[in-house]
């Protein structure tokens, strides 16, 4: 049985594309090395992006594409949401873990401003993730 909708899912919903087209943008710019933006990194800070396995470029991509295709499902109201974010969830968590643990991006971007963005990252693709499963149990997503 189908539950109605509240107001809360759909500014959710939106706030979460949002959210991830922003990121989705960074992924861009960095991958096409934009000029323009990557000149807010130090030169460290670009070799150590430049420098990221194919592996964990391909988390990224999945993290950062998978959460825009959930934000689009949510809104869609589609139950297959919960499945992507739940897979943008495990690669971010995969590339966060090499970025932060098996390389030096703690020492090259361990200033605090991106440790609490990062975090941020985490909760909310976690939240994403929880809030549509959450949606999905209250027959929301179909």
Partial sequence: M???TPWYFWLVAALALLWNAGGALDYVMTQTRNEEYMAQFSEA???F???LPAWVVACWATA???GVLGALLLLLRREVAVQVFLVSFI???ASMGHNFVLSN?????G????LIFSAAIFVISLGLYLFARRMARAGILR
Avoid: I, N, R
Wanted: aromatic letters at 12%.
């Fill in 105 to 109: 991006g703690l020492e090259v971007m």
């Fill in 49 to 51: 992006f430049y420098g």
């Fill in 64 to 66: 950062v594409w998978g």
């Fill in 91 to 93: 690669a971010m968590v």
């Fill in 2 to 4: 189908e539950s109605k």
């Fill in 45 to 47: 800070q670009l070799a």
């Fill in 111 to 114: 200033d605090p401003t991106s």
